[in-house]
């Protein structure tokens, strides 16, 4: 597992919090509210991902190449997600719901690993949930396709 770090308004945020804790209570979420989360990414994700981001260090001023970082491309994916969900079917969601709690499981050993804590066997934390989210795009999407008319 990698880390990285990105912000994402807080209407991502809450749709999160709600996939993660569904009994707890509503509150009001705002837009114009950026929260910042350190999430780990699979190898996977993170392969794919630096394809499309900047290496690590500063960008010279004349480079051609990508001027995004990892996580700046982990905002747009998330991002992309909630908009996706907010357009979807109650079917949808709930097959992407069956679909993230697999691949929270299937890495939960590997988050464990790299948060450093022992996280219940049971309970899913809002960082494996984000990743779980970046691992789903990255894996069922073609990035090329999405990056080409994001950036």
Known sequence: MKWTMFRVNDSVHYLVERLTNPTAPEREHAASLHKSINCP??????????VYSSPCGPIPKNSSGPTYTKGDLCAM???????????????????EIKELKKICIEY?????RSVGTNVGAFKITKQMMFSAILHRVISTQDLKTFFEKTL
């Open 41 to 50: 990414i699979t190898v996977k994700s993170a392969e794919a991902l630096s």
């Open 108 to 112: 939960v050993h590997e988050i464990r």
């Open 77 to 95: 994916l998330v991002t992309a997600y909630w908009k996706a969900w907010n357009k979807s079917d109650s079917g949808w969601q709930a097959n």
